[in-house]
Every structure is written in structure tokens, then in C-alpha cells.
């Protein structure tokens, strides 16, 4: 139903709770009077703007729980999907929307509203929609170039105006306020009428009005839960907080990886978009990275050792205080650069001559471990790529 995090709801049960919340949401629509025509063609004479401050309160009410839930950390902002927009298939379908709310008192969701609750004009109403999209996917060839022209992508509204995202919440709440208080004097100039506002009333539209205001407020001017984890990050990296995190040099990582590969997994957070190389059966994930939710299995598994490797040792440190505050229960850093680790063990240089006894098994150590990844690194390397076809002529048959 939504990107959170972590998640929250099976898509097993999509589709189940799309259906109960599409049931409320047809009944607050009726409720509201939004099966009436009369009611919502109210919104172009101005005598009834209903209309207008449902969708303003819709609005508001999902942008700032969006906010909200962003801020706290349990919806993902980067996994919302966005419209592309294509600009003349936004104008002119907006004509033809609006021409037919006008003409019909309905739009697609109120006429199947007022269908529930047997109205005959949305009947013919919903007939008239379902023969539009019929013919629109007929003559879609026909129109494809139109309905694609001028795709600007997904751009986001508080971004073209070069502002913050609580800072165009705060601003759209504003316009949704002066909204409310604008069309009703308008409403009631256009009927004739004075609204008389009680002192019980005066208070819940002061707290409606100011709520939305002081959580988008606070909100700003609070840290997020994200800034708050990479702050805490830098400040035991500063202090060198490493508690509960072990260490690994080259020959230990070169050891386990020889008998017991099996049990680590090595993840490399240089901070590039790609490896040319690396240390054998290491993954790459980039440190700004490694917090995303496609990655927390790894990082939060329980049947493997993750060694943070990087070509600067600070972004491995920082990588596995990173893992450990998301949920790593046993983080490794390899206390060298990966050029380090292959300069040493791909490049074995012999002993000098006299060498005592503990620089020639050094050495030895170093040249299985040579042989050793070095297969192990071809054999990676080569389930990595697609399997060669070879084209053979067929022989034999009758000439």
C-alpha cells in the first residue's frame, strides 16, 4: 500500500485493504453530499464550495502525514512513485475534465458514488466516461504523439519553486486557509446570506487552522530520524566510538576467505559507481547507500559476518558504525585499503636471502592465498557472465 519502513503490510493484502478503504472512501463522499450534483457543480457558480475545501483538506491531510511519517522514519519519501507529466495531455484532458464536471455534475469518482445510491444521471454519466476510454484506446495511435508531447518528467512542485519540501507544505497550507476563509464570503455574497460564526465554532476553526501549521513547524525545525542516525555515524567516528565492532587485517581476511567464505559476506563501500576491482566475492554498496531498505537484509541477517572494505579505511569505519546502528548485530572492519589487500597478496614478493623461519611461512602463506582467491575470483568472474554459444555446422545426412 506504501513504501514503509520497515514493511508494515503483506502485498499479499493490497488489493483487501485498497477494497475497504475505496468502501470508507465512497461513504465519507456521500456523506460529504458529493453524490448531489447540485452540490458539487456548486464549486463553478459559487454558491457551494464544498468541493474546493474537501480536496484542499485531502490534500493537506495526506501532505503533511506524508511529511510526518517521512520524518519519523517509517515511510520511505525516495520509493514514492511520481507521474511522469506531460504537459499538453495535462491541459487538455483538464479542459475535457472540467467541461465534463460542468455539463455533468459528476467526476469519474463521485458519479460511481452517486450510482451507490441510486442515480439514474450517473448512470448515464459513468456510460458516457467508460465510451471515452474505450474510444480514447481505439484511436490511441491517433492521439500518441499528442499525449506524449512536452514530458517534462516527475518533477516536484516545491523543487521548481526551489524550496524546501516543508517549506511548500507550510506555504500550501497557508493558501488552503486563505482558500477556506476567501470562498466563504464569497458563498455567502453570492446567496445573500451571513454565516454566523458561534465562539465553539471560532475555536475549532482556530484549531484546525493552527494544527496543520505548528506540525509542519515542527517538523522544519526538527532533525529527521535519517539526519539523526548520520549525525550519531559522525560523532562516534569523530570519537572514535568503535564499541562492539571487531577488526580484521589482511592476513585474517585472506585466511577466512580461503577455509570459510562461506560465513562472510564482504561488502565494499567505496564511495564509486562502480569496481574496477576488488577483493574476491566482496559486493558493492556505497556507503551513502547501505541504509536503503533493498539492503537491510544483508545488513541485518544473522547467518553471516559482514566485513566493511573500502579504498579509504575512515569509509569503512564509518560503514560499520552505520551497520551497527541499523541493526548489524556483529560488524568487521578490514583495517586496510582493498589495494593494500591485493598489492599484498596478488603480488607476493619472495624473501631475501637468510630470511628467518617466520618470513618464509609468511610468505608461503601469502602465495596459497595467492592461488587460492585467484581461482576463486576467475570462477566468480565467470558465473558473472553470460554462457558463450558456440555455432557448430551441422554434419552427416544424405548429400
Not at 185 to 204: C, F, H, M, P, Y
Not at 351 to 375: E, S
Amino acid at each position: 500500500m506504501a513504501p514503509l519502513v520497515p514493511d508494515m503490510i503483506s502485498p499479499e493484502f493490497d488489493f483487501v485493504i485498497a477494497f475497504i478503504m475505496g468502501i470508507g472512501f465512497g461513504y465519507v463522499l456521500e456523506q460529504a453530499g458529493f453524490s448531489s450534483t447540485r452540490k458539487l457543480v456548486g464549486l463553478f457558480y459559487g454558491y457551494d464550495f464544498t468541493v474546493l475545501k474537501v480536496f484542499f483538506t485531502a490534500g493537506v491531510t495526506a501532505m503533511i502525514g506524508v511529511l510526518f511519517f517521512g520524518h519519523i522514519g517509517l515511510l520511505n519519501l525516495e520509493m514514492i512513485y511520481i507521474n511522469p507529466m506531460f504537459v499538453w495531455s495535462a491541459v487538455i484532458g483538464g479542459l475535457i475534465m472540467g467541461a465534463g464536471f460542468i455539463m455533468g455534475g459528476f467526476c469519474p469518482g463521485t458519479s460511481l458514488c452517486a450510482l451507490a445510491v441510486g442515480r439514474i444521471d450517473a448512470l448515464f454519466f459513468i456510460i458516457g466516461s467508460v465510451g471515452g476510454i474505450l474510444l480514447f484506446t481505439e484511436f490511441y495511435p491517433a492521439f500518441e504523439e499528442l499525449y506524449k508531447a512536452w514530458n517534462i518528467g516527475a518533477p516536484k512542485i516545491n523543487d521548481v519553486l526551489g524550496m524546501s519540501e516543508e517549506a511548500f507544505g507550510l506555504l500550501l497550507t497557508l493558501v488552503a486557509i486563505g482558500a477556506f476563509v476567501g470562498t466563504s464570503w464569497i458563498q455567502d455574497k453570492v446567496k445573500g446570506e451571513t454565516t454566523v460564526i458561534t465562539a465553539s465554532l471560532k475555536r475549532n476553526y482556530t484549531i484546525a487552522a493552527v494544527a496543520p501549521v505548528l506540525i509542519i513547524l515542527l517538523i522544519w525545525i526538527t532533525p529527521s530520524k535519517e539526519e539523526r542516525l548520520l549525525s550519531t555515524v559522525e560523532s562516534r567516528f569523530e570519537n572514535n566510538d568503535f564499541e562492539g565492532i571487531r577488526t580484521m587485517n589482511i592476513d585474517k581476511l585472506a585466511f577466512e576467505l580461503m577455509y570459510h567464505a562461506h560465513l562472510y559476506n564482504v561488502i565494499d563501500v567505496t564511495e564509486t559507481d562502480s569496481l574496477p576491482e576488488s577483493i574476491p566475492t566482496s559486493m558493492h554498496i556505497k556507503l551513502s547507500e547501505l541504509r536503503k531498505p533493498q539492503f537491510l537484509n544483508i545488513i541485518k541477517q544473522q547467518y553471516k559476518t559482514n566485513v566493511f572494505v573500502s579504498s579509504n579505511k575512515a569509509t569503512a569505519e564509518k560503514a560499520a558504525i552505520l551497520a551497527e546502528e541499523i541493526g548489524d548485530k556483529n560488524p568487521v572492519i578490514f583495517t586496510e585499503t582493498v589495494s593494500n589487500f591485493r598489492t599484498l597478496i596478488f603480488s607476493v614478493e619472495a624473501p631475501p636471502k637468510g630470511a628467518n623461519k617466520a618470513m618464509i611461512d609468511q610468505y608461503r602463506f601469502y602465495m596459497n592465498a595467492n592461488i587460492h582467491l585467484k581461482k576463486m575470483e576467475e570462477r566468480l568472474k565467470n558465473l558473472m557472465e553470460p554462457p558463450k554459444k558456440e555455432v557448430r555446422k551441422a554434419k552427416g545426412g544424405c548429400a
